[in-house]
């Protein structure tokens, strides 16, 4: 059997394409999911007990169901209620929630490791309390999660192709339809499976970059 790229150039196009929304799609639920984390992370160990409860048991569930379960949950079963939410905007809710689940986690250890005598130096110089959150506790934070942030923005990337799913055109949709068209299944993901690692290596580099570039200090 020969192999023959030849036939996927007319659709090479649309393959770019769905890679473009597997960035944005991985980029708006980093984005969106990292801010919620922080808001789940402060009520976790926050002094309303009722609060923290309620943030633990959705980190756990989040983090020990599987997103595809969480996403067929969104797009089909709030159908039977007759709620209908696009492919779209039901991949990005679930990639949300569920990022915001573990980005939680990240923040947790990010926080923990800011020395408590930095806080109380803060404190004392007559900070105000959302001045050394910000200041004092974030950065430094930010600063220790940041490799495991870009990891998860990867996983991310990589997790939104379950969208493919629910019939979004994503990446690994149009490589299936693709597939369909030409009858070249080898070649087909084999140039998928190029675009996702080229992908993922330059988000990585641009990422690290940005992380010595914006933690210098």
């Known amino acids: ?12 196009g649309e393959m770019f394409a769905g890679l473009g929304l597997n960035v944005l799609l991985a980029l708006v639920s980093m984005v ?6 922080i808001l789940l992370y402060l009520g976790k160990t926050g002094k309303h007990r009722t609060v923290s409860l309620v943030c633990r048991a959705y980190i756990e569930v989040m983090r020990n169901t599987p997103l595809l379960v969480q996403l067929y949950l969104i797009y089909f079963g709030l ?4 709620i209908d939410i696009s492919a779209l905007a039901s991949t990005l809710i679930a990639m949300i929630f569920n990022n915001a689940a573990y980005t ?10 800011v020395p408590h005598g930095q806080i109380e130096a803060g404190q004392a110089l007559g900070m ?4 050394v959150f910000t200041l004092v506790e974030l950065k430094p934070a930010l600063k220790s999660a940041f490799p495991a942030l870009i990891n998860q923005y990867i996983m991310l ?12 055109p994503e990446l690994t949709y149009v490589a299936m339809n693709t597939s ?18 080229i992908a993922c290596v330059a988000m990585i580099a641009g990422l690290r970059l940005f992380e010595k570039k914006a933690f210098c200090w």
């Open 1 to 12: 059997m020969k192999f023959y790229f030849g036939d996927l150039l007319p659709y090479i």
């Open 32 to 37: 969106i999911g990292a801010l919620g984390g």
């Open 79 to 82: 159908a039977q209620f007759g």
């Open 104 to 113: 939680a986690e990240i923040f947790r250890a990010g926080f923990l490791s």
């Open 128 to 131: 105000h309390p959302a001045q």
């Open 157 to 168: 990337f990589l997790f939104s192709s379950v969208a493919s799913i629910i019939a979004l």
């Open 180 to 197: 369909s068209m030409t009858a070249r299944t080898f070649e087909v993901y084999l140039v998928t499976g190029a675009m996702y690692y």
